[in-house]
């Protein structure tokens, strides 16, 4: 099991991400249980970010949204860094 670590940085855009799009709390929040629960698991969708962002991996919260993810595996940390579209996410 995985343990979130949340930065002020991300509570502040997540909490902005959420009031625009409060319909898909429920969605956010399985998908962080999932995370912490199992990182791997497929609806997941974890997969590594190219070029600029090649630190970092996203899953999805669902077909539109995801969160771009920071994995510090010599802890078993999971650091969310960013949430959004794919676009706005890997800007």
Same mark, same amino acid.
């Given at each position: 099991?995985? *343990?979130?670590?949340?930065?002020?940085?991300?509570?502040? &855009?997540?909490?902005?991400?959420?009031?625009?799009?409060?319909?898909?709390?429920? #969605?956010? +929040?399985?998908?962080? &249980?999932?995370? +912490?629960?199992? @990182?791997?698991? @497929?609806?997941?969708?974890?997969?590594?970010? #190219?070029? &600029?962002? /090649?630190?970092?991996?996203?899953?999805?919260?669902?077909?539109?949204? &995801?969160? /771009?993810?920071?994995?510090?595996? +010599?802890?078993? #940390?999971?650091? @969310?860094?960013?949430?959004?579209?794919?676009? *706005?996410?890997?800007?």
């Amino acid at each position: 099991m995985a *343990e979130i670590i949340y930065t002020d940085g991300y509570n502040k &855009r997540a909490g902005k991400f959420l009031k625009k799009h409060p319909d898909i709390l429920g #969605q956010y +929040e399985k998908t962080l &249980r999932l995370l +912490e629960a199992n @990182p791997l698991h @497929p609806s997941l969708k974890l997969h590594k970010l #190219q070029g &600029r962002l /090649s630190d970092l991996h996203s899953v999805s919260i669902n077909i539109t949204y &995801r969160i /771009s993810i920071l994995f510090i595996f +010599e802890h078993d #940390q999971i650091g @969310p860094v960013d949430i959004g579209t794919h676009d *706005e996410v890997n800007y």
